[in-house]
């Protein structure tokens, strides 16, 4: 009786296992598309930018980075939007955003300009999984 008790028991936790995989599978992965230029820069192609996701509670989350051309920038960052729950019997809820977007706009290693955006407030949907900047950023590359 305890093997089939103990065969049994590993048959349910399999299927609950498989539930959490589809549960969590069900949520999309949007993407924030940011998009901007550098104003007076120094050199052309020194530039790199970064962009960096913080969630409520100041928690970092999903980066990217890409070179600066021709004095202009476009980076998309993925995100997953499923929230965890302390309950895990409960259904995965799919409105995980970041609060925050900080760029950054880095020389070499140093850093030249830097923004934080709140994202609920500068940024607008354009299709069902992306969100873009509702108005083109500018940062400085002038020596500060």
């Known amino acids: ?3 089939a008790l103990r065969n ?3 048959r349910i936790l399999g299927s609950v296992f498989s539930l959490c995989l589809i549960a969590h599978a069900q949520c999309p992965v949007d993407t924030v598309i ?3 230029r550098v104003e007076h820069p120094i050199a052309q192609n020194d530039y ?3 962009v960096q996701l913080v969630y409520p509670k100041h928690k970092p989350g999903e980066a990217g980075e890409v070179t600066v051309e ?3 920038f476009q980076i998309p ?3 997953v939007t499923s929230q965890s729950s302390v309950f895990t019997n409960l259904p995965k809820r799919c409105g995980r955003k970041p609060q925050t977007v900080v760029i950054t706009l880095l020389r070499g290693d140093q850093k030249s ?4 955006l709140d994202f609920a407030r500068n940024f607008g949907m354009v299709d069902a999984s992306a ?3 509702r108005s083109e950023l500018a940062l400085n590359g002038g020596s500060q």
């Open 131 to 133: 969100y873009t900047l």
């Open 8 to 10: 049994k028991l590993i």
């Open 34 to 36: 940011v998009k901007g």
């Open 48 to 50: 790199r930018v970064r």
């Open 70 to 72: 021709d004095g202009k």
């Open 113 to 116: 300009d830097e923004a934080s």
């Open 1 to 3: 009786m305890p093997s």
């Open 77 to 79: 960052v993925e995100f």
